[in-house]
Nanobody, 128 residues
C-alpha cells in the first residue's frame, strides 16, 4: 500500500524555523505533485503549499507566502516545507498529500478533493 510519511514537526518559539519532510513508501515522488495542508484544533484542513512535478512550480496560501518555501529533492525522494518566522497561528498538524489516480487540476491545488493519498501528519506547535 502506498504511503506518504511526514516528519520534522516539533515545539518551537515564535520566530523560529522548522523544516518538514514528506517521503514516500513504494513510489517515486518525483512523478507526482505534492501538496502540504494543515489542520488546527477545531478548524478545517487548509492548503498551505503545492509543488508540481514537471519543471516544478510552487504555490502558497496567502497566510504563509514569504515565510514558507516548498521544494523537492528527487534524489532523496523527498519534498520539503521550510517554515521560517513561525507564528503561534501556524500551530497545527501538517499533512502532505498527492493524487495517484488520474490527473490533478493544478488550479485547484488548494482543494482537498484533488488529493487521494495523505500522510499521517506531523505536529507543529509554536508557543513561547
Amino acid at each position: 500500500q502506498v504511503q506518504l510519511v511526514e516528519s520534522g514537526g516539533g515545539l518551537v518559539k515564535p520566530g523560529d524555523s522548522l523544516r518538514l519532510s514528506c517521503t514516500a513508501d513504494r513510489f517515486d515522488l518525483e512523478w507526482y505533485p505534492i501538496g502540504w495542508f494543515r489542520q488546527a484544533p477545531g478548524k478545517e484542513r487548509e492548503a498551505v503549499s503545492f509543488i508540481t512535478y514537471i519543471d516544478p512550480t510552487t504555490y502558497y496560501s496567502d497566510s504563509v507566502r514569504g515565510r514558507f518555501t516548498i521544494s523537492r529533492d528527487n534524489a532523496k525522494n523527498t519534498v520539503y516545507l521550510q517554515m521560517n518566522s513561525l507564528k503561534p497561528e501556524d500551530t497545527a498538524v501538517y499533512y502532505c498529500a498527492t493524487r495517484l489516480a488520474g490527473r490533478m487540476t493544478t488550479s485547484r491545488w488548494f482543494a482537498r478533493d484533488e488529493y487521494d493519498s495523505w500522510g499521517q501528519g506531523t505536529q507543529v506547535t509554536v508557543s513561547s
